[in-house]
C-alpha cells in the first residue's frame, strides 16, 4: 500500500504551510518543474496562495491552473493536525478542448 502514491499515474504532492515539498510522486515532480520550481523542492507562489486558502478555511480547495499550454486541475486538501497540504492534479486538456 504505501507505493500507492508513487504509482498513480497523476501528481500528487504534500507540502508543508512553510512551501516546503514533504513528498512528491514522479508525475508532481515534473508538474512542479513545469510550473518553474526545477529544484522540486517548493511550492510555486500560486499554489501556495491556494494551500493557504485551503488551511484557513478547514475545506477543500478546487482550482484549474495552466502551464505550456496544458490545464490542470487542483485539489488542495489541508491536513489541519499535521499542518500539511495534500495536491491532488489531473490533466484535463483534452477534456476541455472537448467542451470547445
Known sequence: MSLFPQENPNP????HLD???LFTNAEGK???ETAGQANAESAP??????????????RQIDIIY??????YSFVFI?????????I???DITEREKGHQ
Open 19 to 21: 512551501g516546503r515539498v
Open 78 to 86: 489541508p491536513v489541519m493536525d499535521m499542518s500539511y497540504i495534500n
Open 66 to 71: 495552466r502551464y505550456e499550454s496544458r490545464s
Open 45 to 58: 507562489p500560486e499554489w501556495m496562495e491556494a494551500a493557504s486558502l485551503a488551511f484557513k478555511s478547514a
Open 12 to 15: 500528487i504532492i504534500r507540502i
Open 30 to 32: 515534473k508538474l512542479l
Open 88 to 90: 491532488y492534479a489531473l
